[in-house]
Each structure stands twice: as C-alpha cells, then as structure tokens.
C-alpha cells in the first residue's frame, strides 16, 4: 500500500490477557520501528528491525514484551499478561535504510 | 542518558505570525534530524529533515536550523495556519533509530 498501515486503530483488553497488534510497512521498505506514546508523551523506541539482522530489542521494557517480523514485510509485537500501564498509542514505521521515516496512525490500546 | 528535548511545552502565536519551535539534543554522534507534526488521534507526519553536513534547509512555509556547535535545532513556521495546530516533535538518530522529545503542542490564534 501507500502507506504504513496498523491494526487494530482500537484495542481494549483485559489485564491479564495478550494481545498481538500488526504492522504492515510500505513495500520494500527494508528498516521497520516499533514506538510507544503515552498521553501526552512523546515516542519511546521500543524494537527496530532492519532486513535479515538480529533486531534491535534494547526498547522493550519488559520480557512481556515481543515482535517478530518476516523478511521485509509485517511484523506483530505482542505483549503477554497485560497491565494497566500498558495503556498507550503504539506507532510503527518504516524506513528505507534509516532515512525518511514514515508512520502508521498506531494502535490505541487500553488496559482495562 | 540520551535525549531529545525541547524547550516550551506550548506555543500560542497569532495567525499569520512565524512560529519557532526549539529543541536540543545531547548525542552528539547524531547526524540525522527530523521535525514531526501530530495531529489529535494520528500518527507523526514528517515535516523536514536535516543531516548534520548542514545548517539550514527549507521546504514549503517551514525552515530547520541546525547549530551543532551548541546542539540546537528549530523548526520556523512562515505565516502560521490554523491547520499548523498540533504537537511538533523533533528525533534525531541514534544507532539507526529516532529518539523523539516530548513534544511542543502549537496553538494558532485566530
């Protein structure tokens, strides 16, 4: 497509549970970029993915958190047994080789 | 640690009038800069870019200086807009990913 594109745009769970929210980069973007943004907050790095190289993971927060990317193309970061501090806008993007970061419009989860 | 930070958490100007939004960085080795605009409910929207071989760059109502003698970006806004209302952000690289300061929310007056 055009652009990045996320799903869910809204996602409410249950603390406790997992979910497992969706990136799809811009075709033949090779780098792609997980964020956190609470409100009001700016965008906190959590994972980076560049081709076929061991990912960037030192933005996660804790081991609840994980994402997984094939290739050059979606990826899903998933949070296990979820907590109400979870709670945030998740923004992913994608770059061809560092430069010209373009985002999707995040997935809002909320923590209930 | 490293940051990205900015100076004023909120700017009011009158439409119309030029707006400058600050921000300092501290990595030093960065050597790539972006400006964002987010708007209520999305994501960041890139505004410019600058890398670090430079000082200035312009593109349409918008201008980015850079002074890495003091580590200080700013992002000046011609003749602001009502439609330029939103948070700006600026990320400079690091290690191949962005970090992003917290924000300042612009406010256009009309």
């Known amino acids: 497509g055009a652009g990045v594109s996320q799903s869910p745009s809204n996602k409410v769970t249950e603390k406790g549970k997992d979910v497992e929210l969706r990136c799809d980069p811009i075709s033949g973007h090779t780098a792609l970029y997980w964020y956190r943004q609470r409100l009001g907050q700016g965008l906190e790095f959590l994972i980076y993915f560049q081709g076929n190289s061991a990912p960037d993971k030192s933005g996660l927060p804790s081991d609840r958190f994980s994402a997984e990317r094939t290739g050059e193309s979606v990826s899903t970061l998933t949070i296990q047994r979820t907590q109400q501090e979870d709670s945030a806008v998740y923004l992913c993007?994608?770059?061809?080789?560092?430069?010209?970061?373009?985002f999707g419009s995040g997935t809002r989860l909320t923590v209930v | 640690g490293e940051s990205v930070g900015l100076h004023l958490p909120t700017l009011s100007v009158q439409e119309g009038d030029n707006s400058i939004i600050n921000c300092a960085y501290s990595?030093?080795?960065?050597?790539?800069f972006i400006w964002y605009k987010q708007e209520s409910g999305k994501g960041p929207q890139f505004i410019i870019d600058i890398r670090s071989n430079m000082d200035k760059r312009q593109g349409q109502r918008v201008t980015v200086l850079l002074n890495k003698t003091v580590k200080h970006l700013s992002l000046q806004i011609a003749a602001t807009q009502p439609g330029d209302s939103a948070v700006y952000f600026c990320a400079g690289d690091s290690s191949y990913k962005l970090i992003f300061g917290s924000g300042t929310r612009l406010l256009v007056r009309p």
């Open positions: 993007a994608s770059s061809m080789d560092g430069y010209g970061y373009t």
């Open positions: 990595n030093s080795a960065s050597d790539y």
